[in-house]
């Protein structure tokens, strides 16, 4: 169960918004952070402790809506897609925001050992009285899809590609067995007197 401040950034400026003005230039965020507040505020009630502010920012690009993430530290953080907002605001401060604050709440009351998308969250969206539908279905026509790096790895009988979130493990100390041959997986491509024989 994560600490009664597992929500606070560690920083001054704790709760307040990241990579957004929140001046008049931005009406769709001001709204969609008091719609996050709201929703915060509720949360409490439904999960019966205290809802800490997790960090908003409303930095995610590509084809998301929105992300909650907890860092290494305990540190949560809900980012907003500013280009999908500005297109689809009635919608978006409806699915999206709790969408997100429903994992948030999830994680505060069970911690991470539940389902992303399972029943827990489906009841707090539920309860929000948000849809607890997986995906959007915003038009992201314009928007590119978010690339994922890819690196090269090998064993006795092939060639791999990890992605950056597998290699990082790599780095950390995880190993991955390849499915056919049971072999560790190595870093790089494969010696040239392996690729021969």
């Known amino acids: 169960m994560p600490t009664p401040d ?3 950034d560690p920083t001054p400026q704790s709760g307040r918004l990241s990579g957004a003005d929140t001046s008049s230039d931005h009406p769709a965020r001001v709204r969609a952070l008091a719609r996050t507040s709201e929703l915060l505020a509720a949360g409490s009630a439904l999960i019966q402790a205290p809802v800490p502010r997790p960090r908003i920012a ?3 690009r590509g084809r998301s809506a929105g992300q909650f993430r907890v860092d290494s530290r305990g540190y949560a953080s809900i980012r ?3 280009a999908l907002l500005a297109r689809h605001e009635v919608d ?4 999206t925001v709790p969408h997100e604050v429903a994992h948030y709440l999830a994680f505060l009351r069970f911690g991470r050992r539940i389902r992303p ?5 489906q009841q707090l969206m539920r309860d929000l009285g948000a849809d607890p539908r997986r995906c ?3 038009d992201v026509s314009g928007l590119t899809a ?4 890819r690196h090269p790895y090998h064993c006795r ?3 791999h590609a990890l992605t950056s979130i597998r290699h990082h493990r790599v780095l950390r100390g995880v190993s991955y067995v390849c499915r056919a041959c049971g072999q560790a997986l190595r870093p790089g491509r494969p010696p040239a007197a392996d690729q021969e024989s």
Do not use: I, M
Not at 146 to 149: C, E, G, S
């Open 146 to 149: 978010r690339r994922v790096r």
């Open 117 to 121: 998308h399972g029943p827990q969250w």
């Open 92 to 95: 978006f401060l409806a699915q």
């Open 157 to 159: 009988c092939g060639e």
């Open 80 to 82: 907003y897609n500013p």
């Open 6 to 8: 597992a929500g606070h």
């Open 136 to 138: 959007h279905d915003f």
């Open 58 to 60: 409303f930095d995610l």
